[in-house]
């Protein structure tokens, strides 16, 4: 075979390589998770997708709220717990009680010196009724269980085939949340 035919060959392969790379990378973006949101902190746009594989627990979380403190549970958790895939999302809302009122850059300086979040949280957005985002119109389709408050949490698996709901009751620390992640966790992608 001459050179000019196996680099024929090679330039062929390596065209059809370039042609499905970007196909496959587009596929490992499960629907649920094809979504993107303004960063709470510069507004830069943060696609979800990023979170694939990722067991992740998303939260709307309010500042002025009875709930609040849960903040700082969260950020023990996602600290603890990252490095083996957990990511928290905080999705701010002021949805409920007008608990939230403030500007981006307010909430983020409140969760940022108050509760030393480190947990990626996306601009501020409704979650209930007809202004609900479509991430979290999707959820509540899933689960069937829609945000009543503050704080209410989703839990989402790797392959984000599943997602269990969790009221705001329910703690950062409360032992099924704990073996739900668990058991997410354990499942590699």
């Known amino acids: 075979m001459s050179n000019l035919a196996i680099f024929g060959k090679l ?68 600290d603890r717990l990252k490095d083996k895939g957990l990511v928290v999302l905080g999705f701010p809302s002021n949805d409920f009680g007008e608990q939230e009122p403030g500007s981006n850059k307010e909430i983020a300086d409140f969760c940022r010196l108050t509760y030393g979040v480190q947990f990626p949280m996306v601009g501020k957005t409704s979650v209930k009724g007809r202004d609900a985002n479509p991430f979290y119109l999707k959820l509540a389709e899933l689960t069937g269980s829609r945000p009543k408050w503050n704080f209410h949490k989703y839990l989402i698996s790797r392959d984000a085939t599943q997602v269990v709901a969790y009221s705001s009751f329910t703690k950062p620390d409360d032992k099924d949340l704990l073996k739900k992640i668990d058991e997410f966790l354990a499942r590699q992608p």
């Open 11 to 78: 330039a062929a392969s390596f065209i059809g390589l370039v042609c499905v790379l970007p196909a496959a990378t587009a596929q490992s973006c499960p629907a649920l998770l094809d979504h993107t949101f303004p960063a709470l902190q510069d507004g830069k746009p943060v696609s979800l997708c990023q979170y694939a594989g990722k067991v992740v627990l998303v939260v709307n979380t309010a500042s002025k709220c009875g709930f609040t403190s849960q903040y700082d549970g969260l950020e023990k958790l996602y």
